[in-house]
């Protein structure tokens, strides 16, 4: 370690001259040093982010020859199938297929009824933390200072290093991956500038950011180190297969019980590890119920049907309680059906305001604040469907509003609590003011999108790349929160 290359073909990355990887490696640090930057506003965001993906071009242009060759995923699904019956995967009714907009996806042979059993994988089968510590690259991940703090990191690099094992146990699983994603790292600066106006616009160049510093420093790491065990990675990594890596983790990881808490060793509560579940990963997700557990006797991962399905349908599972935004981001699609959509409205209290302190007393007294520090914005969630202010939200806008003399009553009230409920006994002015603020609030909000949601349902009519029909879509579930928002407080001052 720490020592210099010596020209041993098996210390250096493969297909490049040493004059070409000379010239990669000056644009490695070139995108490492713009990506470190810390940022401050979303202009200086999308300059770097639009100075990174010119780099990325670059880079990608120079690592081509290390791409690898494409393949027909319906053919990966025979071998994937044979090594999950040769390894104890059993099936229920169910089979593997590829469909238009869904990719590869779980379907019924026959009808399906809730509970009923679709398959259980057993845990020698999964590629986890814990298979990633045990692994030849296991000493490498244990001290480095990013892979042994983010355990979804370390999880992408020991899925990229089995995938650049041609003897990999997991091979059969790995072919069968998706050769790409939808994850924000997969689109083009125009179709990511479709999120302008939305939350997840931020939140999608800083995805960009981290996931390009990452690769650009792991690059050099790589380079730079001369253990044997990183021979594999050292020669093949490139940005194409980080951003694979990573998306296949985030998109595609749950949870399972550590070893130690399996084997009932540590009788403590031990953190589960990040794991990739092969089949498990194949299914698609729809609202509903969780209906997967990993049972801690037989060492399986059991999933049952969470409704019935008929004959040749689409099984679905439920993959957690996301809004569209978190889906976008972390999962590569955007659900329109989703119950648990929420916009995040960040409001907070003004420096300059004489009674902020009392406010905060009383944000502090309702455990919306967990200290009485006036520090930047308070994130609440705009909820979709006909309520879409809750609780907290309610409330905050209330004490926002108040005046003096009614601050103080509510802080002194043992029911302060009851401000998070439509009838308080409240003043009608307050709560006029608070509703109004709030309609101006996201009146603001709706015309930070250049487009209206006409305009965006008019252009789903046309024929969009999915990414670009993502980014419709997500702002278009926000500005239709946003309007109901509008709506309700309408309502509401109205009374
Ligand atoms: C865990 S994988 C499921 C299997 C995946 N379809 C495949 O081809 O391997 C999650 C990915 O499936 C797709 N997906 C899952 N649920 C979806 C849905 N409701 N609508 C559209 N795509 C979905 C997204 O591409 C997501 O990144």
């Known amino acids: 370690m720490g020592k210099k290359s010596n020209g041993d073909p098996n210390l250096i990355r493969k297909g490049l001259t040493r004059g070409k990887r000379e010239e990669l490696k000056k644009l490695v640090d070139e995108l490492l040093q713009k990506c470190s930057y810390s940022v401050t506003s979303q202009s200086k965001d999308l300059e770097i982010y639009s100075e990174s993906w010119t780099l990325l071009e670059k880079i990608s242009e120079m690592e081509k020859s290390l791409e690898r060759p494409p393949v027909k995923r319906s053919d990966t699904l025979p071998p994937f199938l044979e090594w999950m019956t040769n390894h104890d995967v059993k099936m229920g009714p169910v089979e593997l297929v590829e469909l238009p907009l869904y990719g590869c996806c779980v379907r019924a042979t026959k009808q399906v009824s809730t509970d009923e059993l679709l398959f259980s994988i057993p845990q020698k089968l999964m590629l986890s933390n814990e298979t990633a510590n045990s692994s030849t690259i296991g000493h490498f991940i244990n001290n480095d200072p990013i892979l042994s703090q983010m355990p979804n990191v370390a999880l992408a690099f020991h899925v990229l290093n089995e995938l650049y094992d041609p003897k990999s146990f997991w091979k059969p699983y790995l072919d069968a991956l998706p050769s790409s994603y939808d994850t924000v790292m997969y689109f083009t600066p125009d179709e990511i500038t479709e999120l302008k106006g939305s939350p997840a616009f931020d939140d999608a160049l800083r995805m960009c950011r981290n996931i390009a510093r990452q690769y650009s420093y792991f690059y050099s790491l790589l380079q730079k180190n001369v253990d044997p065990a990183l021979s594999n990675l050292r020669a093949n990594f490139t940005y194409n297969d980080y951003r694979w890596a990573v998306s296949t983790v985030m998109t595609r990881q749950n949870l399972i019980p550590s070893q130690e808490e399996i084997s009932g060793n540590d009788k403590d509560q031990l953190p589960p590890v990040n794991a990739l579940i092969p089949l498990w990963d194949f299914c698609n997700h729809q609202d509903g119920q969780f209906s997967t557990e990993f049972q801690l006797e037989s060492r399986r991962t059991v999933c049952q049907a969470g409704r019935d399905f008929g004959p040749g349908e689409q099984v679905f599972i439920f993959y957690g309680t996301r809004t569209c935004a978190e889906q976008f981001i972390h999962n590569g699609f955007v659900d329109i059906n989703n119950a648990h959509d929420a916009l995040t409205l960040k409001v907070g209290l003004s420096k300059s305001d004489p009674l902020a302190g009392q406010r905060a007393t009383l944000l502090c007294k309702l455990r919306i604040l967990s200290d009485e520090k006036i520090s930047g914005p308070i994130a609440f969630q705009l909820k979709a469907g006909p309520q879409p202010v809750d609780g907290k939200l309610l409330a905050f806008l209330r004490l926002f509003c108040m005046t003096k003399d009614s601050l103080d009553r509510w802080l002194q009230s043992d029911n302060a609590s009851n401000l ?31 487009t209206t949601k006409e305009a965006d349902l008019k252009m789903l009519e046309e024929d969009l790349s999915s990414h670009r029909r993502m980014c419709v879509l997500l702002r278009l579930a926000e500005k239709r929160i946003l309007l109901s928002a509008i709506e309700c407080a309408a309502q509401r001052i109205k009374k």
Do not use: N
Request: aromatic share 10%; with cysteine.
């Open 420 to 450: 998070m409920h439509e009838e308080c006994g409240i003043e009608t002015e307050v709560d006029d003011k608070s509703w109004s603020f709030l309609k101006a609030r996201c009146q603001l909000l709706l015309q930070l999108y250049p």
